[in-house]
Nanobody, 128 residues
Framework: QVQLVESGGGLVQAGGSLRLSCAAS???????????MGWFRQAPGKEREFVAA????????YYTDSVKGRFIISKDNARNTIYLQMNTLKPEDTAIYYC??????????????????WGQGTQVTVSS
């Protein structure tokens, strides 16, 4: 079992930055791990959508088009934590952001769906 706890959400003006954190427990992830971690978001009245993902083994990353060049996903093996650095935030980035984890296959790009474990979410609000 994997437990995920997000933090770092808040209210920010358009053009500003926030960094989200996701602390994982229940399992130790390493560069030999076949796990992938992802960030998703859900805006009011919309379906949950993929934002970014990273693999523990090779640090391969993948982003949805709308955040490329603005968001950076990273990991800290020692802390069993992943981060989402969000820059140049826009009002349309407003959503609840969720951290997620799943098994994957070594050597493959990080998956964008079928995540098995989820955090409780953290609210990000970008004012115009």
């Amino acid at each position: 079992q994997v437990q995920l706890v997000e933090s770092g959400g808040g209210l920010v003006q358009a053009g500003g930055s926030l960094r989200l954190s996701c602390a994982a427990s229940g399992r130790t992830f390493s560069t030999f791990s076949s796990w992938a971690m992802g960030w998703f978001r859900q805006a009011p009245g919309k379906e949950r959508e993929f934002v970014a993902a990273i693999t523990w083994s090779g640090s391969s990353t993948y982003y949805t088009d709308s955040v490329k060049g603005r968001f950076i996903i990273s990991k800290d093996n020692a802390r069993n934590t992943i981060y989402l650095q969000m820059n140049t935030l826009k009002p349309e980035d407003t959503a609840i952001y969720y951290c997620a984890a799943r098994l994957t296959r070594l050597g493959l790009p990080p998956p964008t769906d079928s995540y098995a474990f989820w955090g409780q979410g953290t609210q990000v609000t970008v004012s115009s």
